[in-house]
């Protein structure tokens, strides 16, 4: 209002268009992270690691399937590929997790955010399922590639193509449980912290100091100690789940192999309940 007490009619008007509601913005947080955790729509260097890691997981599928088609041996299961390739994956998740979660902390979006419909369950959702996304796809495409390989150069024909299908889908479930773990943990670490470099080092210490844990009750005079060791560390955990669904990861699990498949998935609701948890107390700041 001008000091004439003249209103002046600058073009502001009321939005009559579709509103699309909680799930679209979910879907939004979604593409959006997933493209994130790729460097997509972002510079030239937040493309360098992810894709560095990805390359280098996608050569290992192209020797393992040139090895295949030259030699016909496999030397690398679906399910052994996940844990071979463990130690990229940790690096992944420490510099994506921050990126999907940190950021918000750090630039104030939270509370823009939560002004909307949105609530805490559709943000860590979405930041969840575009992390998992990322996580699988890194894993899941090697594994398709390694797949075809062997497919192309099979000499049982159509039988030999389905054997390897059966195979490699439960290599893909396998992958999605390294998938959901990784996503849970590193996220969860992120949360509470807006400085990315601060995130990335929880992530990593998370899956690495946990690792001396294992040598030290591996090292006991005690059977059940020993097949008991891996559940205290993420990562052996996963390994531990793959050796029970018939991988070769050289682990002695006896009779506890369920209990593995057991503490995984309450390892990965325990880590979204906390998640959740962790959010909705921002949201109602």
């Known amino acids: 209002m001008s000091e004439a007490g003249v209103i002046h009619d600058i073009g502001y008007q009321r939005y009559d268009g579709p509103r699309l509601g909680r799930f679209a913005m979910q879907q939004a947080l979604y593409v959006h992270g997933l493209r994130a955790a790729f460097g997509l729509g972002r510079s030239a260097k937040a493309k360098i690691f992810p894709w560095l890691v990805f390359g280098i ?21 679906y399910l052994d590929f996940a844990g071979q390739m463990s130690f990229l994956i940790i ?32 943000y860590v959702s979405a930041k969840f399922a575009a992390m998992v996304s990322a996580v699988w796809l890194l894993l899941g495409v090697p594994q398709f590639i390694m797949f075809l390989g062997a497919a192309f150069t099979t000499t049982d024909g159509v039988k030999g193509v389905f054997n390897e299908l059966g195979d490699l889908i439960p290599g893909w479930g396998y992958s999605l449980l390294w ?27 998370v899956f690495l100091v946990t690792t001396p844990i294992v040598g030290v009750l591996s090292s006991l005079p005690s059977t059940t100690a020993n097949q008991l060791a891996f559940l205290s560390s993420p990562m052996f955990l996963i390994a531990g789940v793959g050796q029970w669904m018939g991988g070769n990861f050289d682990m002695e699990l006896g009779r506890f192999g369920p209990i593995y498949g057991i503490e995984a998935v309450c390892l990965i609701a325990a880590c979204l309940l906390i998640l959740l948890a962790r959010y909705r107390k921002v949201a109602s700041l």
């Open 57 to 77: 997981m996608l050569l290992v599928a192209v020797i393992v399937a040139a090895i295949r088609s030259i030699t016909g041996e496999s030397v690398l299961s």
């Open 179 to 205: 998938a959901l773990t990784f996503a849970g943990i590193g996220l969860l670490v992120a949360s509470f912290t807006g400085k990315q470099a601060f995130a990335a080092g929880g992530i990593v210490a």
């Open 91 to 122: 690096f992944f998740t420490a510099i994506v997790a921050p990126q999907l979660v940190s950021r918000d902390l750090r630039a104030g979006t939270l509370p823009l955010y939560f002004s909307r419909p949105l609530r805490a369950a559709d």
